[in-house]
């Protein structure tokens, strides 16, 4: 059966958690006809979530660690532990369980505001957004294929600057590299750790393809299944306008591949880095 990405609208609400107590909240999850839950979607949840016991402050880092698959047809309840409160920084524990059974288990470190050094690295010199066409032209050869999977409307906008997946299976030579532009399809609100929780949801859905494209694969018909997911968040993101993904894989071996993204806006500021390592194979891990 062929997947329809959910509703950006969806995505919002269910990133939106349900707070239960101080440290319990309930996590409706995206069905989808393989009943999977989304890595990077449960990843957004639990920040947030840990967001919820840490006022005043906002996440700069999360590392997870995704212990087994869950149902998407099923809640999942979060328990967040408070591990410490210092004076600028606070570091929570959250465990994700569904009917009792551990599904993922994150660290996550959040900051009040410090005025310090700021620097960064320059943002690569590359075409603009308004230059390139949307995937969805990109790929219009394939629009019959998969029943039009590949021209799909999407809850984002992807404009991508090398060659995107359909297309690199058929590359000479694979590339390593994969950069994109994308910004939400629709209007979201300006909430910065609603815009952690969108950051984690993308870069859990296609950072994957730089890793597939060095295997010549898409993620149709190939097994993969997130280990883990790590995110720097350095500055605000400003999600009303496009912001490159610049994505590549790194190393590939005994069925793992590591994949990293480097995040800008389009004024050039560095706003996330990201990395995960993926396992591929026929089923389980």
């Known amino acids: 059966m062929t997947f329809r990405p959910p509703a950006l609208a969806d995505i919002i609400a269910t990133l939106d958690v349900d707070q239960h107590s101080d440290d319990h909240f309930v996590a409706t999850q995206l069905d ?3 009943h999977h839950i989304v890595g990077g979607h449960i990843a957004g949840q639990a920040l947030v979530a840990a967001n919820r016991t840490a006022p ?3 996440p700069h880092s999360a590392h997870v660690y995704y212990v087994r698959a869950g149902d998407a047809r099923y809640l999942v309840d979060l328990h967040v532990d408070v591990a410490r409160d210092g004076g600028t920084l606070s570091t ?3 465990t994700a369980r569904q009917d009792g059974q551990i599904l993922l288990e994150a660290l996550v470190s959040l900051s009040g505001p410090v005025d310090a050094l700021d620097y960064q690295q320059a943002i690569p010199d590359v075409p603009q957004p308004d230059s390139l066409p949307p995937v969805q032209e990109q790929l219009a050869a394939f629009a019959d294929e998969l029943g039009g999977h590949w021209v799909r409307r999407q809850p984002f906008d992807l404009r991508y600057i090398d060659t995107p997946p359909r297309l690199a299976v058929d590359l000479p030579e694979p590339s390593p590299r994969m950069r994109m532009w994308w910004k939400p399809a629709e209007p979201v609100p300006a909430d910065e750790v609603l815009a952690c929780g969108l950051l984690a949801y993308l870069s859990g859905t ?34 009303s306008d496009w912001v ?3 994505q590549l894989s790194p190393s590939g071996i005994a069925g793992r591949g590591l994949t990293t993204s480097t995040m800008y806006n389009r004024s050039g500021e560095l706003v996330c880095i990201a990395t995960q390592e993926l396992y591929f194979g026929r089923g389980g891990r």
């Not at 597939?212 to 400003?238: E, Q, S, Y």
């Open 92 to 94: 929570r524990q959250v």
């Open 206 to 239: 296609t950072m994957v393809e730089t890793a597939l494209a060095m295997r010549r694969a898409t993620p149709i018909g190939t097994f993969n299944a997130l280990i883990d997911h790590a995110l720097w968040f350095h500055r605000p993101v400003d999600l």
């Open 32 to 34: 989808n006809p393989a």
């Open 56 to 58: 005043g402050r906002t």
């Open 244 to 246: 490159l993904s610049d």
